[in-house]
């Protein structure tokens, strides 16, 4: 009889014990996992294998993968992107028609974006990929490595200095301060939320001191982000040393310079965390064990406001089991931005997010 019979007998289920019931509705797998004949790591593999297996329907003649012929919720789950949407990714990021590896290998570029996606959205090895794909790894890695480099010599300029960006003007910033104002913020000047974030990295072979976080106890590379209500990360500075304060990456990566640029001398400020010096275009929350209560109200509204920018970075955060250096980190880090501008687009028909919508410019993601 089929478990669903069963399920559906009132009369059959009033004799069966709970263990007979989870036997109906368990699979084999987990009715293994359960008896502690699998591991998580061995079930998460097999699941993996199965997956793959489902891929092969989706090869072409030649063995490769097909991306036309995949359907649309495997698309997504494999590169968290909506199939209909990656036309408009590669044209936005202007993904060069064909690649060539060093391997003298040729490649669509529609299917190189498609190894940097996946590589990017789960911590894969290369022969994994080799299954999915059915390339040999140095080709994927090859490939990979060259779109990064053509998405960071193509827009890379867009994330080293807040005045690049066309639509960044007087007129925006008025926007963007009103859009916080609207969400809570009691300063009624802000425009963006600065931040710092580390990432963890292999240990180094040279100046491994350096590098080490004794706060975090890691070896690991630290950015700074400047990110706006609509969720477009303006300004990226990195990497920095993993022993460095906030206070110096600040201070070295000459983000004030250009706020003055930008603001003009008009009342505009940016936000950031007790670790950032108090300016004339920097604020940060009221210090100390004795505080008022509007102080209090203050501090707690700023940082309801200013999740947008943490958001921005668990978003941007490369894999966890990718082995990362001081170099590849910079290099993952920058081209996971259409990464944080998608999550960021998600959650701004939310109600939790500032709602300004990003600008569409040509030639900017």
């Given at each position: 009889?089929?478990?669903?019979?069963?399920?559906?007998?009132?009369?059959?289920?009033?004799?069966?014990?709970?263990?007979?019931?989870?036997?109906l509705?368990?699979?084999?797998?987990?009715?293994?996992?359960?008896?502690?004949?699998?591991?998580?790591?061995?079930?998460?593999?097999?699941?993996?294998?199965?997956?793959?297996a489902?891929?092969?329907?989706?090869r072409?003649?030649?063995?490769?993968?097909?991306?036309?012929?995949?359907?649309?919720?495997?698309?997504?789950?494999?590169?968290?992107?909506?199939k209909?949407?990656?036309?408009?990714?590669?044209?936005?990021?202007?993904?060069p028609?064909?690649?060539?590896?060093?391997?003298?290998?040729?490649?669509?570029?529609?299917?190189?974006?498609?190894?940097?996606?996946?590589?990017?959205?789960?911590?894969?090895?290369?022969?994994?990929?080799?299954?999915?794909?059915?390339?040999?790894?140095?080709?994927?890695?090859?490939?990979?490595?060259?779109?990064?480099?053509?998405?960071?010599?193509?827009?890379?300029?867009?994330?080293?200095?807040?005045?690049?960006?066309?639509?960044?003007?007087?007129?925006?910033?008025?926007?963007?301060?009103?859009?916080?104002e609207?969400?809570?913020?009691?300063?009624?000047n802000?425009?963006?939320?600065?931040?710092?974030?580390?990432?963890?990295?292999?240990?180094?072979?040279?100046?491994?001191?350096?590098?080490?976080?004794?706060?975090?106890?890691?070896?690991?590379?630290?950015?700074?982000?400047?990110?706006?209500?609509?969720?477009?990360?303006?300004?990226?500075?990195?990497?920095?040393?993993?022993?460095?304060?906030?206070?110096?990456?600040?201070?070295?990566?000459?983000?004030?310079?250009?706020?003055?640029?930008?603001?003009?001398?008009?009342?505009?400020?940016?936000?950031?965390?007790p670790?950032?010096?108090?300016?004339?275009?920097?604020?940060?929350?009221?210090?100390?064990?004795?505080?008022?209560?509007?102080?209090?109200?203050?501090?707690?509204?700023?940082?309801?406001?200013?999740?947008?920018?943490?958001?921005?970075?668990?978003?941007?955060?490369?894999?966890?089991?990718?082995?990362?250096?001081?170099?590849?980190?910079?290099?993952?880090?920058?081209?996971?931005?259409?990464?944080?501008?998608?999550?960021?687009?998600?959650?701004?028909?939310?109600?939790k997010?500032?709602?300004?919508?990003?600008?569409?410019?040509?030639?900017?993601?």
């Open positions: 009889m089929p478990p669903s019979d069963v399920l559906s007998n009132a009369r059959l289920l009033s004799v069966l014990t709970w263990a007979e019931i989870d036997d509705l368990l699979s084999h797998k987990e009715r293994r996992l359960l008896r502690h004949e699998y591991t998580l790591d061995e079930l998460e593999d097999e699941m993996r294998r199965s997956r793959e489902e891929l092969v329907r989706y072409s003649q030649h063995g490769l993968l097909d991306i036309d012929r995949m359907d649309s919720s495997t698309f997504k789950l494999m590169f968290r992107f909506h209909n949407d990656f036309d408009d990714l590669c044209s936005a990021l202007l993904v028609q064909e690649i060539t590896t060093a391997q003298k290998v040729r490649l669509c570029g529609r299917e190189a974006l498609c190894v940097l996606l996946r590589r990017l959205a789960y911590p894969n090895s290369w022969c994994d990929l080799e299954g999915i794909f059915g390339r040999h790894s140095s080709v994927m890695s090859n490939a990979m490595s060259r779109l990064i480099g053509h998405i960071l010599s193509t827009f890379g300029h867009l994330l080293t200095d807040v005045n690049n960006h066309e639509w960044m003007s007087l007129a925006s910033l008025k926007e963007f301060t009103g859009a916080a609207d969400k809570g913020s009691p300063l009624p802000c425009w963006a939320f600065i931040d710092g974030t580390a990432r963890p990295i292999c240990r180094p072979k040279r100046n491994q001191k350096l590098y080490f976080s004794g706060h975090k106890r890691m070896d690991m590379v630290k950015y700074q982000s400047l990110m706006c209500p609509n969720g477009i990360v303006c300004q990226l500075d990195g990497h920095y040393p993993g022993s460095w304060h906030d206070a110096r990456i600040f201070r070295e990566s000459g983000v004030y310079t250009k706020l003055e640029k930008l603001t003009r001398n008009e009342d505009f400020v940016v936000y950031g965390d670790a950032y010096p108090l300016r004339p275009l920097l604020m940060k929350p009221y210090g100390g064990s004795c505080l008022s209560p509007a102080q209090q109200a203050f501090n707690c509204g700023m940082s309801a406001v200013r999740q947008a920018v943490e958001w921005g970075f668990a978003s941007a955060s490369p894999p966890e089991a990718m082995e990362v250096t001081p170099g590849s980190s910079a290099s993952l880090t920058l081209t996971a931005s259409p990464k944080v501008r998608r999550s960021s687009l998600d959650r701004l028909k939310g109600k997010h500032p709602p300004v919508q990003p600008p569409h410019k040509g030639g900017e993601v």
